[in-house]
């Protein structure tokens, strides 16, 4: 009996799962498939064009199954080489494979609005590294997936690194990964004018009063101070995905950690109690540097950096694969959508 196309994919994820270094062999007597499928040890699955002119929306809206099979072993499925690129390909993209876009709320990053629901992915200084993340995971609810598409690739670095959560939390020393299980972050957050971002940009608002009711809302407790506004809050530092089961390793405590801030401008912020964020264990004690630098160093061992191609489309689950972004020198423009909401 002859495979179906439906088989061979099946049998060409279960061969991926195993980190395959090369394609399948492609089925005699069967058309050809319109995508080739590959993947380069760790790191995100690629999907290539194997036909002219395919309908990569088109091709999602049908291979949801295969999205989500390959997300689950590789965390993200890198799609380079579809024709025609540009934004709009990626905002239809984006609705076949996730039809509930989010806007972007409870933001830590600058970003411009470009579309509906499509932003640039953070208008942060090119000299700067952002430090590893997974997108939200501070919040009460985050983004399942995330996908990014480069409309113009740097001159020269400006990589996103991303690193599997769940070896990123089996890198971590048995004593910090069951702390942080027991105890949670609790992250705090001085949202004033001129330092970091502005109450108004982080809960959208203008209103005070609308403000404190979005506080509540997230679980915050909140108090207003000169110049801005105080919260504080605490989740957990690792959660069970929502679909694999898995736990990984999902929170924000070596980003709002004062150590992610540059050395010299950290301890000027600290000296005028005006530090924009800190990170603490849930019941309040220090994570000291020595905790801070295992963190950086347990997303370091799991990092997987690519260069950006013109036109290039990442999708990533986002409780699967952290993120992050390397500096860069010339025009960059990297567009960002998120969604299928995940509440906890
Ligand atoms: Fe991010």
Known sequence: MSESRRERRARQLQEFSNFDQDAPDPVPGLPPDPVSLSCQGPGPAIVEPAVDDVD????????????????NTHGGILFRGFRPPGS???????TAVCPDSMDYQDRSSPRSVVGDRLYTSTDHPADQTIVMHSELSYSASWPALLAFYSDKAADAGGETPIADTRVVLQNLSAPTRERFMRLGVRYRRELRTGVGLSWQEVLGTQSRDEAELTCRELGMRYEWIEDGLRVEWTRPAVRQHHITGEQVWFNHAAFFHVDSVEPGLADALEAAEMSPFTTAFGDGSPITG???TEIRSAYERALVVRPWVTGDILLLDNMLMAHGRLPYQGARRL??????????
């Open 335 to 344: 567009l960002v959508m998120m969604g299928g909401p995940v509440s906890s």
């Open 88 to 94: 709009e390909l990626f905002q239809r993209f984006f």
């Open 56 to 71: 990569l929306a088109g091709w999602c809206a049908t291979e949801t199954e295969s999205i989500r099979s390959l997300l």
């Open 290 to 292: 020595e905790v801070a």
